[in-house]
């Protein structure tokens, strides 16, 4: 069971930590490449605990509102690439929004806490495939700055040959 308290401190060890920011956007760039996102529900996951590193996976583990359960499609695509995914029904711990004098908790101006079922999504993901992903994206920067690069060169050399061609038919 997950509160809010807790995935909040999680995502704040996430932005204090370089590292661990680096290992979640290899993690989140890997399910964007495998196309995870078009299946249904994907795109609105929330992060609740993660990413937890060892030496050969890193895993993440993901919540949905309970009518909003992920495609399976989606887990299965990252099955095939050698993730393991594990589904399961949790409950979270959310503060109700005050209304009314019930909704606050006796004692105190806090509003009363409720436990609302949701999808958890634990993915295990190989760290071979991060770095795959990742060194694909490097090479694909590196190609394209040199193309634009030999582009510009082209271009240049094109108009000082047309200069030439222009001078020569002038004089």
């Not at 409950?91 to 606050?104: A, F, G, L, T, W």
Request: charged share 30%.
């Amino acid at each position: 069971m997950h509160n809010t308290k807790e995935i909040l401190q999680n995502i704040q060890t996430i932005y204090e930590s370089n590292n661990s920011l680096k290992i979640l956007k290899d993690f989140e760039r890997v399910i964007d490449e495998l196309d995870v996102y078009v299946f249904e529900n994907w795109i609105k996951g929330e992060l609740v605990q993660g990413p937890e590193d060892s030496r050969y996976w890193t895993s993440c583990t993901f919540m949905w509102p309970i009518k909003d359960m992920p495609d399976k499609k989606g887990g299965y695509r990252l099955v095939e690439y050698g993730c393991k995914v594990t589904y399961s029904k949790e409950m979270v711990s959310n503060v109700r929004k005050i209304k009314e004098p019930d909704d606050i908790r006796p004692g105190t101006k806090k509003g009363k806490i409720d436990q609302e079922p949701v999808w958890s999504v634990t993915i295990k993901m190989p760290k071979k495939l991060m770095v795959d992903i990742s060194q694909g994206y490097k090479n694909l920067d590196s190609n394209q700055v040199q193309d634009s690069t030999n582009g510009i060169k082209n271009k240049i050399v094109d108009q000082s040959e047309q200069q030439v061609q222009d001078m020569t038919a002038n004089g």
